[in-house]
């Protein structure tokens, strides 16, 4: 019989190292109140790393993940950073899955550095008088046509404010492609909001 | 641009991507996840038996007919129908398991009392006297008993020569009025309810309803589904039964042929109906799931049984939505076509699917289910 199984601690009651623990000896109501606890985390952090393409999927492998880690995690770090490490490497895995080859962005690429760096010093009033859901709507639709990987460094850089090491580590790539793939995504994207407008 | 700009764009565009990702189930992919990678290890809590012996002996005695009623309580809105989902699979062939060694000996219980073993527990809440045969097959002769089985054991409890509940590894109730009847209700999970009568077998899910006898007693809920949780998505034949009440006659479900082999000289429709029965039934071990499945949702579509093809898509998500099922595309056409048909607007399928085929043919009415879904 499963140790721990029939004590009567409501889940919800229970902290994240202990839900772990249980789930990890079979608990499902356990596991279901752990995944409950970080389901929007997983599910936005995917759906802004993906843009939403095979989130279900890649939600799906970052659980498979989870679950086998289950019986090997140890409380070194907290659980909610175990696991947003966690989805978000397995998202960047997939993205790079997803990226094909001739969507490969050749690394340090001067000309779109130099590219990036007069984008940089443009102004962009264009965006200052656009509601937010037409930017919503037009920077989705350029992001849309950026490559997987220049997207997830994007958001990583901009949105999750991740230094330029940690997204190295997370791609296992040298640093300097990760700054030089950035300034890249900077140019593309803003040529493509550019012909939206 | 420049940084602050960019940043500031981007994150607008997080937001709606944090929209976006509110309609993906992913407790739904923590279940299917959970049901796959943990079948041997976890452990629930199982069922409990309140029975009584006399009440099987009457009910030879009469000789009534079995009359199968589902009562599962149906989702009432939306949200519940295209949260349900079904936890775990059904085996191939109902079977009595293969004893594994004979004990035969009596066990009497006082209230209170309990008898271990290592893959289950039967407490007794009542003075209570079983028979077992084997080590996980026993027969309730009198009283009440709650009983705790590790998933994953063939654990089997007669209850005289009117029915036989089997185990599926998963949670239930059951509960008899003492008179003349074996009533069953399923408050978590799935279970098995062989009648022995007339040998049909009927499976039970959370939340369905069970009689064997003709007056439905009153069964107070010995265990509520928590709200976090989900509920039963009943076959389309079973949303026409929800006015019915247990003692009108069975419905046709308890009637069919048990195997496949009395295929022969049925009609278009028995053919399909018995079709159905075989692939649902072969399911769990298929080597060839997402084809059978594939070939299921065909025949569900035909048939207008779109709860079923809901039913389906929720339990076998994972693998349905696999980038190596050759059948993603047609059959997430199907879940859409039910889910146009259900009224399902909240689900995100339809949505989903023109997302990720925005050229493949669209379902009827998928414009107007898109549109009322924003």
Redesign the interface.
């Known amino acids: ?2 140790k721990g ?2 004590k009567n601690d409501p889940a919800d009651r229970l902290s994240d190292e202990e839900l772990v623990r249980r789930a990890a ?4 109501e356990c ?2 109140e752990l ?2 606890r970080y ?2 985390m ?3 952090t ?3 790393i993906t ?2 393409r095979e ?3 890649v ?2 492998e970052v ?2 993940q989870l ?2 880690s289950l019986g090997t995690f140890r409380s070194e770090s907290s659980f909610s950073t175990f696991l947003y490490r966690l989805t978000v490497n397995t998202a960047c895995n997939e993205v790079k899955r997803m990226t094909s080859p001739a969507q490969a962005v050749p690394v340090g690429d001067e000309a779109l550095t130099q590219l990036a760096d007069e ?2 010093a ?1 102004e ?1 009033p264009v ?1 200052d008088t656009l509601e ?1 859901g037409e ?2 709507r037009k ?2 639709e350029a ?1 849309a046509e950026l490559p997987a990987e220049i997207r997830a460094y ?2 990583l850089f ?2 999750e404010e991740l230094t330029l090491k940690q997204i190295s580590e997370l791609f296992k790539a040298p640093v300097t492609t990760v700054a030089s793939r950035i300034s890249k995504g ?1 140019a593309l ?2 040529e493509k ?1 550019g012909k939206l407008r | 641009m420049n940084d602050e700009k960019l940043k500031e764009i981007l994150k607008i565009y997080a937001e709606e991507s944090e929209s976006g990702s509110q309609e993906t189930d992913v407790l739904g992919i923590a279940d299917s996840v959970f049901d796959r990678m943990n079948p041997e290890i976890r452990m629930v809590p199982v069922f409990k038996i309140i029975g009584a012996a006399a009440v099987v002996l009457i009910a030879l005695a009469v000789g009534f007919s079995a009359i199968f009623k589902d009562n599962a309580p149906l989702p009432e809105t939306e949200a519940e129908f295209a949260a349900a989902e079904i936890p775990l699979e059904v085996p191939e062939v109902p079977e009595i398991p293969a004893e594994d060694e004979n004990i035969n000996k009596i066990i009497s219980l006082q209230n209170g009392q309990s008898f271990e073993d290592t893959d289950f527990r039967i407490r007794s809440t009542g003075n209570s006297e079983l028979f077992q045969a084997s080590r996980t097959r026993f027969s309730l002769k009198n009283g009440e008993v709650s009983i705790d089985v590790r998933s994953g054991t063939d654990f089997v409890v007669e209850v005289g020569d009117l029915a036989l509940v089997r185990v599926l590894g998963t949670s239930f109730s059951l509960k008899t009025d003492g008179s003349k009847s074996l009533f069953v209700k399923v408050f978590e999970g799935l279970v098995e309810v062989v009648n022995r009568g007339d040998g049909s077998v009927r499976t039970l899910e959370r939340g369905g309803e069970l009689a064997l006898g003709a007056v439905k007693p009153q069964i107070p809920a010995k265990r509520q589904p928590k709200a976090v949780e989900r509920v039963h998505v009943p076959a389309a034949a079973e949303l026409a039964k929800v006015e019915e009440t247990v003692s009108e006659p069975a419905p046709a479900e308890a009637e069919k042929p048990a195997k496949i082999e009395n295929i022969a000289g049925l009609d278009g429709e028995e053919l399909q109906r018995v079709t159905i029965r075989d692939l649902e039934q072969r399911l769990i071990a298929s080597k060839n799931r997402t084809d059978d499945l594939n070939q299921l949702f065909e025949l569900y579509s035909k048939r207008g049984d779109w709860g079923s093809i809901m039913n389906q898509w929720r339990r076998y998500y994972s693998e349905i939505t696999s980038k190596n099922n050759s059948h993603r595309r047609q059959m997430h056409y199907f879940a859409c076509e039910a889910s146009i048909k259900l009224f399902l607007y909240g689900n995100g399928v339809c949505r989903k699917y023109k997302s990720f085929y925005p050229d493949a043919a669209e379902p009827d009415g998928l414009k107007d289910h898109l549109r009322y879904a924003e």
């Open positions: 019989m499963v199984f029939f000896r079979g608990s499902k596991w279901r995944i409950g389901s929007k997983i599910s936005s995917v759906w802004k843009g939403g989130a279900d999927d939600i799906q659980l498979i679950f086998q984008t940089d443009s962009d965006f937010r930017i919503r920077v989705g992001l994007l958001v901009y949105v900077k994207l803003t909001l």
